[in-house]
């Protein structure tokens, strides 16, 4: 029994350790990446709690280090994905029922874990696995996995708390049921979090879920499912289920009992899995929620007011910082001509001082890119640019993947606003510039609105007021998150809920309590403490 309303406390951001020489956290980190270098893990599945080997065998390698296995893991095949089904709608009945309170407190406990004994090791698994520096691990792996953890604890408090007004003679409550059935969670290779996030916002809204991660972060993925079973995540709640997207989600999309898709990836694929739900619609047992952050063309646009140093700076930033392999990378610039000819010595002076490697190496600004694939395409694009007349590139345009994926920090020039490099989105360390007449200021504005199918991210650069109330007003719909003298990335938990519309997604807003009320079914309770006893209303009476 409880007889008691709990609260809980006011959320703070977790605070990103500096890695000073010396400093603790640096050797704990340091000691994290030998010790898991030393060997190679067999990851199995985790249905139901229990290990599940299927030896049908993928492999996680460095990035950096081509050639350096550092785990091999089981896929899931059909009959796992069945066992994963049944067992998450079995732990299903005992924990929707759970209070809470328990169910807070188990990701309470995870990020605590997060932010302490585990901090070293999901951090250096990240750098291992996805090739972050060791900056952006503890931004991602470390800072925002714990912000997710707790905000989210906090927003449940405020969703539950949140009840409607009740009439004399009545009481009105509002239930904050989990959906009814599974959910399906589909994770990223770029952020740890995000996979993280995906998996345990609707667990902790009492839902069950199948978490099928990237095959580019299934190491660091498992690191944080054994997190969440140390902190006490009871079996099948979370399924573990990692393999190729077309097996598990065809049968995951046409199950009867799926509930909801929390997603992130490409446009490309939440559009078959959209397609895939509408054609399975006649079957399930409700309709399901369909979450997804997708893909963005996103885009730095300056006016001839901009503090230069600052558009410079976030310019590097917003591209290069994880080899661009971010949706909110700045992928795009509008420079006005008037400014130009100093924003490229000052782009140009700054991009020779990154330095590009292996990211174990905490001098390194930028690592390698996640694969041979992302190599080849990326690769592609700046083929591309070389070989256009209407195209140059001002610095980079070099790769090697013989030791690793990697690509220098490339800044391309185009003449055409329209250049394939401006609309398609390559994931990757290349930002292309189109510079305008400053007396085109608005025409470019529209072009900027119309160029990209998405709606991700967007900063402007101006310290004219006139121009930045006029570009807030003129680029309302192409950009969930809009960013006002400041890089286009690094949106953080609970200050700038994530999320973008067209061709970027639902824009439900990870990082919010609008993400988590896409997890739960309310449910309206009237008690009427006065009853009717005739049905006649007065103006009925004679």
Same mark, same amino acid.
């Given at each position: 029994?409880?007889?008691?309303?709990?609260?809980?406390?006011?959320?703070?951001?977790?605070?990103?350790?500096?890695?000073?020489?010396?400093?603790?956290?640096?050797?704990?980190?340091?000691?994290?990446?030998?010790?898991?270098?030393?060997?190679?893990?067999?990851?199995?599945?985790?249905?139901?709690?229990?290990?599940?080997?299927?030896?049908?065998?993928?492999?996680?390698?460095?990035?950096?280090?081509?050639?350096?296995?550092?785990?091999?893991?089981?896929?899931?095949?059909?009959?796992?994905?069945?066992?994963?089904?049944?067992?998450?709608?079995?732990?299903?009945?005992? =924990?929707?029922?759970?209070? =809470?309170?328990?169910?807070?407190?188990? *990701?309470?406990?995870?990020?605590?874990?997060?932010?302490?004994?585990?901090?070293?090791?999901? %951090?250096?698994?990240?750098?291992?696995?996805?090739?972050?520096? @060791?900056?952006?691990?503890?931004?991602?792996?470390?800072?925002?996995?714990?912000? *997710?953890?707790?905000?989210?604890?906090?927003?449940?408090?405020?969703?539950?708390?949140?009840?409607?007004?009740?009439?004399?003679?009545?009481?009105?409550?509002?239930e904050y049921r989990p959906?009814?059935? @599974?959910?399906?969670?589909?994770?990223p290779f770029n952020f740890?979090?995000?996979?993280?996030?995906?998996?345990?916002?609707?667990?902790?809204?009492?839902?069950?879920?199948? =978490?099928?991660?990237?095959?580019?972060?299934?190491?660091?993925?498992?690191?944080?499912?054994?997190?969440?079973?140390?902190?006490?995540?009871?079996?099948?709640?979370?399924?573990?289920?990692?393999?190729?997207?077309?097996?598990?989600?065809?049968?995951?999309?046409?199950?009867?009992?799926?509930?909801?898709?929390?997603?992130?990836?490409?446009?490309?694929? @939440?559009?078959?899995? =959209?397609?895939?739900?509408?054609?399975?619609?006649?079957?399930?047992?409700? *309709?399901?929620?369909?979450?997804?952050?997708?893909?963005?063309?996103?885009?730095?646009?300056?006016?001839?007011?901009?503090?230069?140093?600052?558009?410079?700076?976030?310019?590097?930033?917003?591209?290069?910082?994880?080899?661009?392999?971010? &949706?909110?990378?700045?992928?795009?610039?509008?420079?006005?001509?008037?400014?130009?000819?100093?924003?490229?010595?000052?782009?140009?002076?700054?991009?020779?001082?990154?330095?590009?490697?292996?990211?174990?190496?905490?001098?390194?600004?930028?690592?390698?890119?996640?694969?041979?694939?992302?190599?080849?395409?990326?690769?592609?694009?700046?083929?591309?640019?070389?070989?256009?007349?209407?195209?140059?590139?001002?610095?980079?345009?070099?790769?090697?993947?013989?030791?690793?994926?990697?690509?220098?920090?490339?800044?391309?020039?185009?003449?055409?606003?329209?250049?394939?490099?401006?609309?398609?989105?390559?994931?990757?360390?290349?930002?292309?510039?189109?510079?305008?007449?400053?007396?085109?200021?608005?025409?470019?504005?529209?072009? &900027?609105?119309?160029?990209?199918?998405?709606?991700?991210?967007?900063?402007i650069f101006a310290r004219?007021?006139?121009?930045?109330?006029?570009?807030?007003?003129?680029?309302?719909?192409?950009?969930? %998150? *809009?960013?006002?003298?400041?890089?286009?990335?690094?949106?953080?938990?609970?200050?700038?809920?994530?999320?973008?519309?067209?061709?970027?997604?639902?824009?439900?807003?990870?990082?919010?309590?609008?993400?988590?009320?896409?997890?739960?079914?309310?449910?309206?309770?009237?008690?009427?403490?006065?009853?009717?006893?005739?049905?006649?209303?007065?103006?009925?009476?004679?």
């Amino acid at each position: 029994m409880i007889n008691s309303i709990s609260k809980i406390w006011g959320f703070e951001n977790e605070k990103v350790l500096d890695y000073m020489p010396g400093s603790k956290e640096r050797m704990e980190l340091k000691r994290a990446l030998q010790s898991l270098k030393e060997e190679v893990l067999e990851i199995p599945l985790i249905i139901g709690g229990k290990e599940v080997r299927t030896g049908n065998m993928g492999q996680c390698i460095i990035p950096h280090n081509n050639k350096k296995v550092i785990a091999r893991y089981h896929m899931a095949g059909e009959a796992e994905v069945k066992m994963a089904i049944q067992s998450a709608l079995e732990a299903k009945r005992e =924990w929707e029922k759970l209070h =809470w309170e328990h169910r807070v407190a188990i *990701f309470m406990k995870a990020a605590e874990l997060a932010s302490t004994s585990w901090r070293a090791r999901i %951090n250096a698994a990240t750098m291992l696995c996805q090739g972050k520096t @060791f900056i952006q691990a503890e931004i991602d792996s470390a800072c925002e996995m714990i912000d *997710f953890l707790r905000y989210n604890a906090r927003c449940i408090y405020e969703i539950y708390s949140e009840q409607p007004m009740s009439a004399k003679g009545t009481w009105n409550r509002m239930e904050y049921r989990p959906l009814e059935g @599974f959910v399906f969670a589909v994770s990223p290779f770029n952020f740890t979090a995000i996979g993280c996030n995906l998996a345990t916002a609707p667990a902790i809204c009492g839902n069950v879920v199948l =978490w099928k991660p990237s095959s580019d972060a299934v190491y660091s993925s498992y690191m944080v499912f054994k997190l969440l079973q140390e902190a006490g995540l009871p079996d099948g709640v979370i399924n573990f289920i990692p393999g190729s997207g077309g097996i598990i989600g065809n049968m995951v999309l046409s199950h009867e009992s799926l509930a909801g898709v929390h997603y992130t990836g490409s446009t490309e694929v @939440f559009r078959t899995m =959209w397609k895939n739900v509408a054609n399975n619609l006649d079957k399930y047992r409700t *309709f399901p929620r369909l979450v997804g952050e997708t893909g963005g063309k996103d885009y730095i646009f300056a006016h001839n007011s901009a503090n230069i140093d600052a558009l410079v700076a976030s310019m590097i930033r917003g591209a290069f910082e994880y080899q661009g392999q971010k &949706c909110s990378a700045a992928s795009r610039a509008y420079i006005p001509r008037s400014i130009w000819p100093e924003v490229k010595e000052k782009l140009v002076r700054d991009i020779k001082t990154i330095k590009v490697g292996d990211v174990e190496d905490f001098g390194n600004f930028m690592g390698a890119v996640i694969n041979q694939k992302a190599f080849n395409t990326i690769k592609g694009y700046i083929d591309y640019a070389k070989e256009s007349n209407e195209a140059e590139i001002i610095i980079g345009g070099n790769c090697d993947d013989s030791v690793g994926y990697f690509v220098e920090p490339t800044v391309i020039a185009t003449t055409n606003p329209y250049f394939k490099t401006m609309v398609e989105e390559i994931f990757g360390p290349v930002i292309t510039v189109y510079v305008y007449e400053d007396e085109d200021f608005e025409d470019i504005i529209k072009i &900027c609105d119309k160029t990209s199918p998405y709606g991700l991210t967007g900063a402007i650069f101006a310290r004219d007021r006139y121009a930045i109330a006029k570009l807030e007003e003129e680029l309302t719909h192409n950009a969930g %998150n *809009f960013y006002i003298n400041d890089k286009p990335t690094g949106a953080v938990v609970g200050q700038q809920p994530f999320g973008g519309a067209r061709a970027s997604g639902t824009n439900d807003k990870a990082g919010s309590k609008y993400n988590l009320l896409r997890w739960m079914s309310p449910r309206t309770i009237k008690e009427n403490l006065n009853c009717v006893t005739d049905y006649r209303y007065p103006s009925n009476m004679e």
